[in-house]
Nanobody, 123 residues
Framework: VQLQASGGGLVQAGGSLRLSCAAS????????MGWFRQAPGKEREFVAA????????YYTDAVKGRFTISRDNAKNTVYLRMNSLQPEDTAVYYC?????????????????WGQGTQVTVSS
């Protein structure tokens, strides 16, 4: 599967953005999808994931209550709605996919990655 992330940009603190990740292929619905981010000088970290089967979601504590992951299998797209953005959310955001129903937070669990989209939050 090939992934194309979009929707990043520059936003003031407290603002919102919605990231999209479009996937190629006819089996998108069978993939668990994840969002990760990487800030300058830091390791890539897990943000959120949504499972392939019943659409279970899981978030890192830092974004709970502010970010929402969702998917539209008819459009082969996963979204990350980000509200109440803070400067510490500034990073390159990546979407990733794994071909089963299990949610994992480790980067090594996801064999497919998009190219990343920059999110910058100004204070």
């Amino acid at each position: 599967v090939q992934l194309q992330a979009s929707g990043g940009g520059l936003v003031q603190a407290g603002g919102s953005l919605r990231l999209s990740c479009a996937a190629s292929g006819r089996t998108f619905s069978s993939y668990t999808m994840g969002w990760f981010r990487q800030a300058p000088g830091k390791e890539r970290e897990f943000v959120a994931a949504i499972s392939s089967s019943i659409g279970s979601t899981y978030y890192t504590d830092a974004v709970k209550g502010r970010f929402t992951i969702s998917r539209d299998n008819a459009k082969n797209t996963v979204y990350l709605r980000m509200n109440s953005l803070q400067p510490e959310d500034t990073a390159v955001y990546y979407c990733a996919a794994r071909p089963d129903a299990d949610i994992w937070s480790g980067t090594s669990a996801y064999p497919y990655w998009g190219q990343g989209t920059q999110v910058t939050v100004s204070s």
